[in-house]
């Protein structure tokens, strides 16, 4: 049984960082693209960060240059290195595993979906 679990999520001012992980069983991980989206009340989930099986990366213009994407495939697991945070970047965190080309920006090519973390930014 695949399980992808999201943590690292909490409140932080704007302007400040956090770090979320993702832990990846019951696949070969290393054969995974993984990724990150984030979905805010109201809105629909948006892509966020891409990470090839060979770590090639892929961000969105939003968080370029504020976020980093990176993968430990000897623990399974995806990381999502937040800084420069700011209230708009206030949602549900999910990681995704793709099985096929990778780097991703829609959500029809990942096999399977974490519960997701909640980020708070305030102002």
């Known amino acids: 049984q695949v399980q992808l679990v999201e943590s690292g999520g909490g409140l932080v001012q704007a302007g400040g960082s956090l770090r979320l992980s993702c832990a990846a069983s019951g696949l070969t991980f290393s054969r995974y693209h993984m990724g990150w989206f984030r979905q805010a009340p109201g809105k629909e989930r948006e892509f966020v960060a891409a990470i090839s099986r060979s770590s090639s990366t892929k961000y969105a213009d939003s968080v370029k240059g504020r976020f980093a994407i990176s993968r430990d495939n000897a623990k399974g697991t995806v990381y999502l290195q937040m800084n420069t945070l700011k209230p708009e970047d206030t949602a549900v965190y999910y990681c995704?595993?793709?099985?096929?080309?990778?780097?991703?920006?829609?959500?029809?090519?990942?096999?399977?979906w974490g519960l997701g973390t909640q980020v708070t930014v305030s102002s």
């Open positions: 995704a595993a793709d099985s096929g080309y990778g780097l991703e920006s829609r959500t029809s090519p990942y096999d399977y």
